[in-house]
């Protein structure tokens, strides 16, 4: 600490303060964003702490105040004068240097005090962990201490004793010795170092960015094996950083041999506590915290974020609550063509494409779920409104267009609308309309022809208004199974029921769909690769899978669905706990954050 106040100090002294604030306008134009951007003002912060003591400089009480529901501090100066400064510094390396001046206030004439704006801890769409502290400049400078400096999940940085012990990568080796690392059930690291001898060093390496680069996570809990000893194990470490919306740490053991200079590191691994908080948190790791949603893909994003919601429900958790309103607060205005979708977006979720409008109101109708707050039902009745206006019953005499220029009647579009209208009635009392258009909608999909004699749904009609033979993706699948499923559960109609059972179980039984009893898209069979779309169809199937497993305790639903999960994990899994889009693993295999999503849909299946 005395090393950094005294670099603190020559530099006010050595800089003339035009100097100094030409190199602040620098450095804050580089403005981070996470919940908020750079700059908020203090009266906008959802809440106040103060994590570490106040410094005191001449009678000057300088303190650090910061928020972690915005994942943001500002810096505050009282008992003042007239000139006296207040500033915040953010370091991206630990530490070890710092970006200073930022939001650099002075005290007004007849004022005894000041504070700064509001800057951000971190930078999640950067994939960086940062600290922040409090300086202030009175006849002299003086710095808190720099706040969150452990990391803490479910423990905190430097804790003992773990809960359960396994080890997610192969360990190295290096001149004999034995270099692992090892996680707990509660996704806490350590590394340990065996067949060694005194001198022998181990460590932790900790990456934010899937290991490209570890900038203040270098050489965490380093230490040597004692005398007389033969091995030693550092502490434990996490790889969450809740506090800050980072997530997707990856950490690696490294050791040195006490008679040379070279080192080994095993390969880094992502910790969590099971599967589905893997695939859950390698998937957080590409969510955007500044713009509330995944990167170039507007559908799927409605897609992925319900599917994180399964998660949250299913496992009784609620520390990813956060995204459900961040993603509905800042995703519901306008929005013009190509900024998140290639159609202009109008608000409320709705532009040109009907399917794609469809997949918010199942999003916000699981948030009500989740939630209980109205709002999000009030937003699905919203869409569900604009979108039956394009039920259309002068052409095929019935169902809805996918786009608003009328074109094209298709499966997903319609097994949407059944889904959306029937989950409406089953959650607004004393509703007849949702129910009589969910009624309608299903009589009319279910004689359309999209559904062939195998009980497999074709992708939609040709203009003649006959089944147009196209290719059995499985979300067109599963969507029919949720739409008859939800349907069943407003109306009690045992051939509802009977319907979706049906379509299940032709899925199952498909070679084409299911091949050796694993899921499969048409996109994934040889050399075929499935573009951005077709990656998630997979996960959207077993959603409505599962949710028929729950409502029948079918032995074969329950059976199927635990070997997906099996395989997915077992041969679709990197050390990263990323997921690719052949749950075979055969073959060429991407892996991105929608092909993460569709396969968390896969293990939640099989999570009870």
Same mark, same amino acid.
């Given at each position: 600490?005395?090393?950094? %106040? ?31 951007? *750079? ?61 200073? %001046? ?42 808190? *201490? ?10 905190? *940085? ?57 900038? &203040? ?44 200079? @070279? ?27 500044? /713009? ?13 974020? +319900?599917?994180?919601?399964? !998660? ?73 409104? #604009?979108?039956?206006? #394009? ?32 989950? %409406?009635? @089953? ?24 559904? @062939? ?21 499985? !979300? ?10 939800? %349907? ?33 898209? /048409? ?29 029948? &305790? ?33 073959? +060429? ?5 929608? /092909? ?13």
């Amino acid at each position: 600490m005395m090393r950094i %106040l005294l670099a603190a100090v020559l530099l006010a002294v050595l800089l003339p303060a035009p100097a100094a604030e030409a190199s602040q306008t620098k450095l804050e134009a580089a403005q981070v964003c996470s919940v908020a951007c *750079d700059t908020l003002d203090p009266s906008r912060a959802q809440e106040e702490t103060f994590p570490v003591a106040e410094k005191v400089l001449n009678g000057r009480r300088i303190v650090l105040h910061v928020s972690d529901k915005d994942a943001m501090g500002w810096a505050s100066i009282d008992n003042g004068s007239t000139g006296n400064a207040v500033w915040l510094d953010r370091s991206w390396d630990g530490g070890a240097t710092w970006d200073g %001046l930022l939001g650099k206030a002075t005290i007004p004439s007849s004022w005894t005090g000041t504070r700064t704006l509001m800057y951000n801890q971190a930078d999640p769409a950067g994939h960086r962990r940062g600290l922040i502290r409090a300086c202030g400049d009175a006849s002299g400078v003086v710095c808190t *201490d720099w706040a969150h400096v452990k990391v803490c999940d479910a423990a905190c *940085d430097g804790s003992a004793s773990p809960v359960g012990d396994s080890q997610p990568v192969p360990s190295t080796t290096l001149a004999n010795r034995r270099i692992a690392l090892h996680v707990d059930n509660r996704g806490m690291a350590w590394a340990t170092i065996d067949t060694g001898r005194a001198g022998d060093e181990i460590w932790l390496d900790r990456s934010w960015n899937e290991g490209a680069s570890w900038p &203040g996570g270098s050489s965490l809990g380093r230490l040597s094996v004692p005398s007389g000893a033969t091995s030693t194990k550092t502490a434990l470490f996490a790889t969450k950083d809740p506090k800050s919306k980072l997530y997707g740490g990856a950490v690696r053991a490294c050791g040195r041999a006490v008679e040379g200079s @070279n080192g080994a590191c095993t390969a880094w691994a992502r910790p969590a506590t099971d599967r589905a908080a893997a695939a859950a948190d390698a998937l957080m790791y590409s969510y955007r915290p500044d /713009t509330a949603w995944w990167l170039s893909s507007w559908w799927n994003s409605a897609v992925a974020v +319900t599917t994180l919601m399964d !998660y949250q429900k299913r496992t009784n958790r609620t520390d990813l609550r956060w995204i459900v309103d961040r993603t509905f607060t800042e995703n519901k205005g306008v929005f013009p063509a190509g900024v998140k979708s290639g159609d202009a977006l109008e608000g409320n979720f709705i532009s040109r494409a009907i399917d794609d409008t469809e997949w918010w109101a199942i999003a916000w109708i699981q948030a009500y779920d989740l939630t209980g707050d109205r709002k999000y039902l009030d937003m699905a009745v919203t869409i569900a409104n #604009y979108v039956h206006g #394009y039920w259309d019953t002068s052409t095929c005499g019935g169902g809805v267009w996918w786009d608003r220029e009328r074109t094209y009647k298709n499966a997903i579009t319609n097994g949407l609308y059944v889904r959306m209208t029937a989950a %409406l009635h @089953n959650r607004l009392p004393s509703d007849t309309v949702w129910l009589q258009r969910a009624t309608t909608g299903w009589n009319w999909f279910q004689a359309s022809g999209m559904i @062939n004699s195998a009980k497999l749904v074709n992708d939609g009609l040709t203009n003649a208004c006959g089944n147009n033979g196209q290719t059995v993706w499985t !979300y067109n699948q599963g969507l029919a199974i949720g739409g008859a499923l939800e %349907l069943w559960r407003a109306t009690g109609n045992a051939a509802l029921l009977t319907s979706a059972r049906q379509l299940a179980d032709a899925a199952i039984a498909s070679s084409a769909l299911s091949p050796n009893g694993i899921l499969t898209e /048409t996109c994934d069979v040889g050399s075929a690769s499935c573009d951005d779309n077709q990656k998630q169809f997979k996960g959207i199937f077993m959603r409505y899978l599962t949710d028929l497993a729950d409502a029948t &305790g079918a032995a074969a639903y329950r059976t199927f669905a635990p070997r997906q999960s099996d395989t997915i994990w077992q041969s679709d899994r990197d050390s990263l706990n990323r997921l690719g889009q052949r749950w075979t693993g055969q073959g +060429t295999n991407p892996r991105d954050w929608r /092909t993460q999503a569709s396969a968390l849909g896969g293990i939640l299946a099989a999570t009870p």
